[in-house]
C-alpha cells in the first residue's frame, strides 16, 4: 500500500535527522528575495538555475573558506598593545586605539550595503 503524503513527510524528517540536516527558517525582504533569484540564475548561465536553498548553502560555504583565508593571515600577527596572538578575545586592554580588540573585529565584520534597486 502506497504511503501517505504525511507518512513520506515523516520519513523525509527522519532521514534528515538522522543526516545531520538541519532546516533553517529564512526570513527575507522583496529586495533580498529579487537579488537571490536573479543571481542564482545569473551564476549558472545556459544551465538550469541554483535551487534557493542550493544558492543559500554555496554562499554559507565561500564565506567559510573566505573567513578561513582571512584567519590564516591574521594567526601570522600580534596585537601592537598587548602582544598576543591574533585574533584576540579578550584582553584587559581592550578599549585602547592600539589593541586589536578595540576595532581588529572590524576586518571579519559582514556588512549590510543597502541597495536601492528602484
Request: charged fraction near 30%.
Amino acid at each position: 500500500m502506497a504511503k501517505t503524503a504525511a507518512e513520506r513527510k515523516a520519513a523525509q524528517r527522519k532521514r534528515q535527522k538522522e543526516s545531520g540536516e538541519t532546516k533553517l527558517e529564512l526570513i527575507v525582504d522583496a529586495q533580498e528575495l529579487e537579488m537571490v533569484n536573479k543571481n542564482r540564475v545569473l551564476r549558472r548561465p545556459g544551465k538550469e538555475p541554483y535551487e534557493q536553498s542550493e544558492y543559500i548553502q554555496l554562499l554559507i560555504r565561500q564565506d567559510n573558506e573566505r573567513l578561513q583565508k582571512q584567519m590564516q593571515e591574521l594567526e601570522k600577527n600580534t596585537c601592537v598593545k598587548c602582544g598576543d596572538e591574533l585574533p584576540v578575545t579578550e584582553c584587559c586592554l581592550s578599549g585602547s586605539s592600539e589593541c586589536w580588540l578595540t576595532n581588529g573585529h572590524n576586518e571579519f565584520s559582514l556588512s549590510m550595503a543597502r541597495i536601492n534597486l528602484a
